[in-house]
């Protein structure tokens, strides 16, 4: 079993859906939990940081982390064509060391 | 522009040759870190720099690699004797230690093929 796991995908939804991404995760110790976004061929973006459990918002995108579970979630509301990427999540024990990623989600925002 | 800056982005290379890429973090960052990314793959850890001192390994770092940061500022990952198997995307990232959050910034990586 892998420490981090993500439906690769890919997933397809209109263009205004909202998207729910998920991540689970084996290692109860992480603490530190990221979402970033990838386009091809570049280097991944930074969208969202949350620390332990509960949930964050930034404009379109919501993440909730859920470490009873082992398990984290990003929403993005009113999706665009613009948000079509590989979705990665990642995190790690303590502040600041290695962070795991998971394999990524792919996504296609249809116009 | 003042992001996390890598050269070469791109390198074809013969098998048994050896290659070096280059990161430049943001300036005020003082760790640093390199990752593997494989297609259809997550990025993978290799190591991290706080300042210069190399503080963690991956086992996924063979004698072939080696990372330096010789005054805490860029960093070097050089792969000796590459191999087919070593064709990825090389990303640097780098950090603040301290500060309200540990987020990564990632360069747009350095992709190496091996013939």
């Known amino acids: 079993q892998k420490e981090v796991e993500q439906d690769p995908g890919p997933l397809s939804v209109p263009e205004g859906a909202i998207v729910s991404l998920n991540c689970t995760y084996s290692?109860?110790?992480?603490?530190?939990f990221m979402w970033y976004r990838q386009y091809s061929r570049k280097g991944p973006e930074l969208l969202m940081y949350t620390y332990s459990s509960g949930n964050k918002e930034d404009g379109r995108f919501t993440a909730q982390v859920d470490k009873s579970s082992k398990y984290i979630s990003l929403f993005i509301r009113d999706s665009q064509p613009s948000d079509s990427a590989t979705y990665l999540c990642?995190?790690?024990?303590?502040?600041?060391?290695?962070?795991?990623f998971g394999p990524g989600t792919r996504l296609s925002v249809l116009p | 522009d003042t992001g996390v800056s890598q050269n070469p982005r791109h390198k074809i290379t013969k098998r048994g040759q050896n290659v070096t890429f280059r990161c430049d973090p943001i300036s005020e960052h003082n760790r640093l870190y390199w990752y593997r990314q494989t297609l259809g793959q997550g990025p993978e850890f290799l190591t991290y720099?706080?300042?210069?001192?190399?503080?963690?390994k991956s086992r996924l770092l063979s004698d072939r690699f080696s990372a330096e940061r010789p005054k805490g500022s860029f960093s070097t990952l050089e792969i000796q004797r590459t191999e087919q198997g070593d064709s990825a995307m090389y990303l640097c990232?780098?950090?603040?230690?301290?500060?309200?959050?540990?987020?990564?910034?990632f360069g747009e990586g350095s992709r190496l093929t091996v013939l």
């Open positions: 990232a780098s950090s603040l230690a301290a500060g309200l959050s540990g987020e990564l910034f």
């Open positions: 990642a995190m790690s024990v303590n502040y600041g060391q290695n962070f795991v």
């Open positions: 290692n109860s110790a992480f603490q530190y």
């Open positions: 720099f706080q300042n210069e001192a190399q503080l963690e």
